[in-house]
């Protein structure tokens, strides 16, 4: 299962909250993401919350430790949530969640 971590900037509004349900339900029993190139297991989850809804960030990062040990062969070192989906930083294609 993966952790969740929440930082507030403001106060959330119902746009937003949908927003960020839409993504804990994507990952429910989930603990990493696997792209064409590469597995991270034991993910956490970070969700910033913004102003309005073209602020609020949703990304799903592997343990700092892991990318250190595979720095030289990772390409996408987290997966961010946009339009109802993953999709890895670098690549910028949809994640498979694991």
Wanted: charged letters at 15%; a positive charge.
């Amino acid at each position: 299962m993966m952790k969740i971590k929440y930082q507030n900037i403001t106060v959330p509004t119902a746009e937003v909250w949908k927003q960020i349900q839409d993504a804990l339900n994507l990952i429910e029993g989930k603990h990493g993401f696997r792209t064409s190139f590469e597995i991270w297991h034991n993910c956490e989850m970070m969700i910033t919350i913004g102003h309005n809804i073209n602020t609020v960030s949703i990304i799903i990062q592997p343990p700092e430790l892991a990318v250190t040990r595979r720095r030289s062969n990772w390409r996408n070192s987290y997966a961010y949530y946009r339009n109802g989906a993953f999709y890895g930083n670098v690549s910028n294609t949809i994640v498979k969640l694991i």
